[in-house]
């Protein structure tokens, strides 16, 4: 079997049915170009004509020429986000909630999924820390845009004590990286009182508005905490008060930001 990414369903009635493409099918490459992931797939059959090649259940490799209109989806639904898998969480956040999820649940829910692949396909938010270079330079050489960063807190020794992962702290030179390529990035702040609150969370808002339009979004989120904590550090939740204090400041940034942007900016979560 050569290395591509395996299709998992055909759409009735699309391109790739037309081409007698079967769940089980193997792309192996667009218009020459290897396909080792979602985007890769993405991007090269996103014009309107393109050679797939694809090797059948029986190892026979079939070219196919593709001709679609603009906006016509070719029709298949892959297995993985990639031939090597998915990108993996690399902190030890002193709030992560997987690490809080009851036992018996679904396998997908125990994920340490960290992929900045899924961050664009699936909303998914990511921390940054898990980038190589490469990983980058990919993100800007093909405009990976919008993706969804959580950043907790703009104070590297903060945010690195937050995500339990030195490199966590080098989100700032990251998000002005990704700002400056001109990639549209949602944020969010889950806010743990003793850490990120206060002045912290103040600076940590500021900072970010001050990258908009590429910022286009700021959520804060009080921490979630279960009853799942057995050796986990000992967190407490935002009390009435410090939520009616939060929002207070929130009302009054979102007046400064409309002023400003046209727009609200940050977000609280209804929790608060």
């Not at 290395?3 to 192996?28: N, P, Q, R, T, Y």
């Not at 996103?46 to 016509?72: H, R, Y």
């Not at 002045?199 to 808002?205: F, M």
Request: hydrophobic fraction near 40%.
């Amino acid at each position: 079997m050569r290395k591509g990414l395996i299709v998992s369903i055909v759409l009735e009635h699309s391109i790739a049915a037309e081409m007698d493409i079967e769940a089980g099918d193997i792309v192996l490459a667009v218009n020459g170009c290897p396909v080792n992931d979602i985007l890769d797939l993405q991007y090269h059959t996103a014009d309107n004509e393109f050679t797939l090649l694809i090797e059948k259940q029986n190892q026979e490799v079939w070219e196919l020429k593709i001709e679609k209109e603009p906006g016509e989806f070719l029709g298949i639904e892959i297995d993985a986000i990639g031939t090597e898998g998915l990108k993996k969480c690399a902190n030890n956040c002193i709030f992560c909630f997987i690490s809080q999820l009851p036992p018996g649940m679904r396998d997908s829910l125990y994920d340490w999924d960290d992929d900045y692949r899924l961050s664009l396909t699936q909303g998914s938010y990511i921390t940054l820390t898990n980038l190589r270079p490469q990983d980058i330079e990919r993100i800007k050489t093909l405009h990976i845009s919008p993706l969804y960063i959580s950043v907790h807190a703009c104070d590297s020794a903060v945010r690195a004590q937050l995500m339990g992962n030195p490199k966590a702290g080098n989100l700032p030179e990251q998000i002005r990286m990704l700002a400056e390529a001109r990639i549209t990035l949602h944020t969010q702040i889950v806010l743990v009182p003793g850490y990120n609150d206060g002045k912290v969370l103040e600076e940590t808002v500021q900072e970010l508005a001050q990258l908009y339009p590429a910022v286009q979004s700021i959520g804060v989120v009080p921490v979630g905490l279960t009853k799942f904590r057995a050796g986990l550090p000992k967190l407490r939740t935002v009390s009435p008060k410090e939520a009616a204090q939060i929002l207070d400041l929130g009302i009054a940034w979102q007046k400064s930001f409309r002023t400003r942007t046209g727009r609200n900016l940050v977000y609280f979560s209804d929790e608060f």
